[in-house]
């Protein structure tokens, strides 16, 4: 078959699998639908860790309350970080 031959059966079976995917598989999990309810995690610090249980990250406040966000290395170091600074706009 053409490359050509070969272009057009792909894009015709593919549409003709996504007309039968709906009816033929499951349904997938997912969101419901139609409930309108937001799900919402909330806390006040993130902790990201490694494969190992050792932290790797932070995301939530220092101590003084001020947003931040922290990369440390396996030793603990922090390696990045970066904290909310209001600058106030010159007028």
Partial sequence: MS???NLILSIFLGFCGG???PYVSP????AEEGRGVERVVSAQKFILVNDHG???GVFGFDKKG???I???DPAGNVIWSTRLRLIPLAH
């Fill in 27 to 30: 349904k997938l999990a997912g």
């Fill in 54 to 56: 050792v932290r790797a």
């Fill in 3 to 5: 490359q050509r031959g």
């Fill in 19 to 21: 007309l039968v995917t």
């Fill in 66 to 68: 001020t947003p931040e």
């Fill in 70 to 72: 922290m990369l440390v």
